[in-house]
């Protein structure tokens, strides 16, 4: 089986030189090619319309002729507000989900669980007191 891995900040990135270009097709063929096309880093920037878009268009060409794994720090229910739009998120979520299988995992990354094994204590963000800051 044929894999490409991106981030979604590389993905929109590299569409929009495309869309520039006047190439946009070219580009697009790129992430419709492969039997599995992998976007890590959903949820760590919000999407302008156009990228929302982009996306929406990609998951939708691969709607039923190829696999997509996605990674995500944000539950579908916020998806709305990263799309920059509920309408795209909800019918991108909904081709995304028709044959999915969602995978939840909780707890430490392996990055902090390293931490933790080398005496490191890690504090979440908001258990800081903001007195303190």
Do not use: C
Request: aromatic share 8%; no cysteine; hydrophobic share 45%.
């Amino acid at each position: 089986m044929t894999v490409y891995y991106t981030t979604l900040s590389r993905l929109i990135s590299d569409m929009k030189k495309a869309i520039i270009a006047g190439k946009p097709e070219g580009k697009l063929k790129t992430f419709l090619r492969p039997d599995i096309l992998v976007i890590d880093e959903v949820g760590y920037m919000q999407l302008d319309r156009q990228a929302a878009e982009i996306l929406f268009s990609i998951v939708s060409s691969r709607y039923e002729t190829g696999s997509i794994i996605l990674t995500s720090n944000k539950h579908f229910a916020s998806w709305g507000e990263l799309m920059s739009d509920t309408v795209i998120a909800t019918a991108m979520l909904d081709r995304l989900l028709h044959h999915a299988h969602v995978i939840n995992i909780r707890g430490e990354t392996y990055r902090l669980r390293g931490r933790t094994k080398a005496g490191f204590v890690s504090v979440p963000p908001a258990a800081i007191d903001p007195a303190l800051s």
